[in-house]
T-cell receptor, first 116, second 109 residues
Framework: DTAVSQTPKYLVTQMGNDKSIKCEQN?????MYWYKQDSKKFLKIMFS???????INETVPNRFSPKSPDKAHLNLHINSLELGDSAVYFC???????????????FGPGTRLTVL | AQRVTQPEKLLSVFKGAPVELKCNYS??????LFWYVQYSRQRLQLLLR??SRESIKGFTADLNKGETSFHLKKPFAQEEDSAMYYC???????????FGAGTILRVKS
């Protein structure tokens, strides 16, 4: 019954590996997001997709590649993992991309990525 | 540029004491401001937004455009209020949220 779900919850991997994080929402929302929360708890948007189209790409290294197979899913693939990629990655969704006064973002539980 | 500042990394108060979590923003247009809360081991969730002018769990926040602030207040803190609180701004370009650095609220018994 979870609204926004992410897998895996924890991911521990070696530097240089490639990994993916999956996100699914069952709210019927059009827009999905990826955020990174660093070790200082600073939360910053990385990407946003609206109806499977990329609309925000915030100066993220091109080792990070989001993919949206349909509007209910937004996956994040990371190539050649680096120590600095260690963080908690949050997926979120909202009804629309365009502004509607009462729209808000619903967040997933987060994926804690640790790069050794 | 859109920017949200939360000057306090940690705010520690006793149960029953008043709480004020500060948030200042920088934005040239008409912003929409939010407070999100993250309880321990839980996901980030919306606490309140300025447009609704509501009180949630005893918390209120008023948008002060003159001071560009959106401070979160509660008259009597409870232990279950202990959490990380994020102030966020949404500008006029789509549904993009810019978050402050967050403030950890610890309510001691």
């Amino acid at each position: 019954d979870t609204a926004v779900s992410q897998t895996p919850k924890y991911l521990v991997t070696q530097m240089g590996n490639d990994k993916s994080i999956k996100c699914e929402q069952n709210l019927g929302h059009d827009t999905m997001y990826w955020y990174k929360q660093d070790s200082k708890k600073f939360l910053k948007i990385m990407f946003s997709y609206n109806n499977k189209e990329l609309i925000i790409n915030e100066t993220v290294p091109n080792r990070f590649s989001p993919k949206s197979p349909d509007k209910a899913h937004l996956n994040l693939h990371i190539n050649s993992l680096e120590l600095g990629d260690s963080a908690v990655y949050f997926c979120a969704s909202s009804q629309y991309w365009t502004l509607t006064p009462l729209d808000t973002q619903y967040f997933g539980p987060g994926t804690r990525l640790t790069v050794l | 540029a859109q920017r949200v500042t939360q000057p306090e990394k940690l705010l520690s108060v006793f149960k029953g004491a008043p709480v004020e979590l500060k948030c200042n923003y920088s934005y040239s247009g008409s912003p929409e401001l939010f407070w999100y809360v993250q309880y321990s081991r839980q996901r980030l969730q919306l606490l309140l937004r300025h447009i609704s002018r509501e009180s949630i769990k005893g918390f209120t926040a008023d948008l002060n455009k003159g001071e560009t602030s959106f401070h979160l207040k509660k008259p009597f803190a409870q232990e279950e209020d202990s959490a990380m609180y994020y102030c966020a701004l949404r500008g006029e370009y789509g549904n993009k949220l810019v978050f402050g650095a967050g403030t950890i609220l610890r309510v001691k018994s």
